[in-house]
């Protein structure tokens, strides 16, 4: 997943008392069976556009068959595969930006203060344009704000701040408080320069705004990028800020007022007397890649054309090559074959006992190149969004063993919410404490994409990862609490590997919990509603 997402999960000391759950028994055996089998070297990382991607498809198309789970495309030689058409691109090191000022030449070096890419599939870009700051780049008519002012920006090339705007002492909630909205994340910024028509993009890194340091997207940029067949950015990228400065001093412009001025509702375009020059090459190539989807019809005449989704990512960074070094793999044993290997365990139940209301297994493609499969399964969704009632992600499941609450963050923007609590309740768990999102947590995972057409929608289990150990776990605390703290070091490297020893009953009684809501969802008279207020909400199909 994109971000440092964990989950941390738990469950009771008390012994849950079945007359009160509606779901099967998810079975710990099988789950590990599958997570060891998931992570194992023998799948190469299951890495997009990677022989590993393909055994892992072939591997996951296979258990759902065996399983006995149903199609929803059984006209294809291959019932079980969505097909997701990406471009894969990476930019050469013979690529270079430059910045002409009133006749002087500005030249940041590539890969160390300035990262570029593109996402329209052109091999070779020669781009000369004006440039624009445009603070924020936001238009949010909820929030009555918009940076662009009805400026036409075609063929301008936009500079933008990451994050969102700030709140302020008369403003105190404006765009969430300090919690990070979609507005402040990197993908919203590249898909708004899109829709302005803008030659290309880059946006301003300080760790604090982007809620992650340089290395993340130097190392995303350093490497082959993903992003669905069709229109995209010529250039998009990043500008660490030290280098901005220097750059806008030249120009004649402060960087903390533009930085200010940005802060304001009626702030405007600020044209720069500069043209930036982008020599590009990029090596090329389409990729198909494939979500892997199975279902359990309903049982009910009347219910069975709605639908509950199950989803969790199967892919993961794959093998890595880099100049000089051996080749690692990258498993992603907790990122995400626990989800991938839960969702297996949770469907070889639920064809035993059926629900009133469809349930749909979805393992999507390419999460970890921007939610790319989930983002396909939505665009052409093989059940109709409005029929769908609702989406429980799984991503990055616990290893550390039982804890004594559940994180529920997200589903408080909708009734998910009180079915999740009544289930906590049921199974004697308390629901983990609320952590503020800085980091936009919520749009960081498969989840999301469902939730932006109007599904109501959240990622079970997880929160923010904080690493300070406040989730309480039922068994050695410390010593668990201080596993999950480790795991920050691990996420997105090549200690991300499956251990025998794991205590898995924690991801056991993670996934069962999420089969219980899940379950009680499918049964229940009404279906899932938006809050009101919620943006979300005005998207339901």
Known sequence: MRGLLIVLLSFTLFPVQAQQLQAPLVNESILRAHLAFLADDLLEGRGTGQRGGDLTVSYLETQAQLIGLRSLYPKERSPYRQSVKLVGSQTLSSSHIQFSILGKVFSPKLGEAILIGNSNGQSAIDLQAPMVFVGYGVRATEENWDDFKGQDLRGKFLIMLANDPQPTAEEPNRFAGKAMTYYGRWTYKYEEALRQGAAGVLLLHTTESASYGWNVPQTSFSHERFSLAGAGNTVEGWWQEDSAREFFKLAGYDLVALRAAAERRDFQPVVINAQVNVAMQSQVRPVEQFNVIGMVPGTDPQLRHQALVYSAHWDHLGKVEAAGKPTQIWNGAIDNASGTAALLAMAQEAVKHPTKRTQIFLWPAAEEQYLLGSLAYVKTPPWPLENTIADLNLDSMNFAGKTLDIGIAGSERSSLYDTAVDVANAMRLKTAPSVLDLGGAY???????????????????????????????????????????????????????????????????????????????????????????????????
């Open 443 to 541: 749009y960081r995972a498969d989840h999301f994409n469902f939730a932006r057409v109007g599904v109501p929608a959240f990622n079970v289990g997880s929160a923010v990862f904080s690493g300070d150990g406040h989730f309480d776990y039922q068994h050695n605390h410390a010593q668990s609490a201080a596993k999950m703290k480790h795991f920050k070091q691990d996420y997105h490297t090549p200690r991300d590997r499956y251990d025998p020893e794991w205590d898995l009953s924690g991801m056991q009684q993670q996934a069962q919990f999420t089969f219980e809501l899940g379950y009680r969802l499918a049964n229940a008279k009404t279906i899932p509603k938006w809050r009101a207020g919620d943006p979300y909400g005005k998207l339901r199909p």
